[in-house]
């Protein structure tokens, strides 16, 4: 079946990095769209960031565009979220999924993507 495990995530200070993973396993990776989104406590869960299948696409939510990178490796089945100058709103519960649609653009809403790792916490304090 069809797993997602999130690694990567922790307790920094504002202006700190960190690199989140998402390793996925029971599909063919290479083939999907993967994306990152982040729930904070009370809030709905956002989409961070999302890459195309082969990688030569990607969208950034506003909030974190020039801050964080997203990024595949699809011999390893995995998917990065390379976060620097972390600020307090950046922290919540981050989750990667993965959209098996082959849409023709990349996805943008929660309900377009199909499968959903457990996430990691990343917390930010000030």
């Known amino acids: 079946q069809v797993q997602l495990v999130e690694s990567g995530g922790g307790l920094v200070q504002a202006g700190d990095s960190l690199r989140l993973s998402c390793a996925a396993s029971?599909?063919?990776?290479?083939?999907?769209?993967m994306g990152w989104f982040r729930q904070a406590p009370g809030k709905e869960r956002v989409l961070v960031a999302t890459?195309?299948?082969?990688?030569?696409?990607?969208y950034y939510a506003d909030s974190v565009k020039g801050r964080f990178t997203i990024s595949r490796d699809n011999a390893k089945k995995t998917v990065y979220l390379q976060m620097n100058s972390l600020k307090p709103d950046d922290t919540g519960v981050y989750y990667c999924?993965?959209?098996?649609?082959?849409?023709?653009?990349?996805?943008?809403?929660?309900?377009?993507?199909?499968?959903w790792g457990q996430g990691t916490q990343v917390t930010v304090s000030s």
């Open positions: 999924a993965v959209d098996r649609s082959y849409r023709t653009v990349l996805p943008m809403g929660w309900n377009e993507y199909d499968y």
């Open positions: 029971g599909l063919t990776f290479s083939m999907y769209a």
């Open positions: 890459i195309s299948w082969t990688g030569g696409s990607t």
